[in-house]
């Protein structure tokens, strides 16, 4: 069953409200994103506690009926990725 | 624990660097295995991997064992270190063959 990029974005923001969201539509299938989600709460959260995060706030989701989504986590202020 | 909490607690214990995934490393059967494969290959240290399309029970259980909804999932010396995103982003860093005591 696809998801809607916006719904993806709604539901990270309703758990992580500061979160900056940027979705990319991979396949264009509804079914393959990327996300990048830069958030204050991740600070002092390591690789894996910022995902999880984000994978509780898609409640359960990922992994079944949102199976790929390519997933980044940032702090802001620590952010020294090129874009 | 159940017996497949155990069995995958043997798995990532007796091998230093162990890939749970989706098929083999020459026939993965997902993009994002086959991702950590080719990242895997390029720490040219050696790895074991875990088809979980061959074992229903390591398939329901590594999403238990460290609360982590997906495969792949990489573990290095007992310890989880993420999915393929994560391992994209520590060998871009260098912190994943720092990890695993590749040379490059």
């Known amino acids: 069953m696809p998801m809607m990029a916006s719904e993806i974005e709604r539901l990270i923001k309703a758990s992580i409200p500061d979160a900056q969201v940027t979705i990319r539509d991979l ?26 995060a984000v994978y509780a706030a898609l409640g359960g989701r990922v992994g079944g009926e949102l199976h790929a989504l390519q997933l980044e986590t940032a702090v802001p202020n620590t952010e020294n990725l090129s874009e | 624990m159940s017996d497949a909490q155990t069995r995958i607690e043997q798995l990532v214990k007796s091998n230093d660097v162990v890939l749970f995934m989706k098929g083999t490393p020459l026939f993965p059967q997902c993009g994002f295995s086959s991702r950590a494969i080719a990242i895997l290959e390029r720490l040219g240290r050696q790895y074991e991997t875990v088809d979980v399309l061959q074992d229903p029970e390591i398939r329901q259980g590594i999403k238990q064992y460290s609360d982590w909804p997906t495969v792949p999932q990489l573990y290095v010396k007992g310890e989880f270190v993420g999915g393929s995103d994560i391992m994209m982003e520590m060998f871009e860093t260098g912190e994943l063959q720092q990890l695993v005591g590749a040379d490059a």
Do not use: L
């Open chain 1, 27 to 52: 396949a264009g299938d509804g079914d393959h994103y990327a996300a990048r989600v830069v958030s204050r709460s991740f600070e002092g959260m390591n690789r894996i506690r910022q995902h999880q």
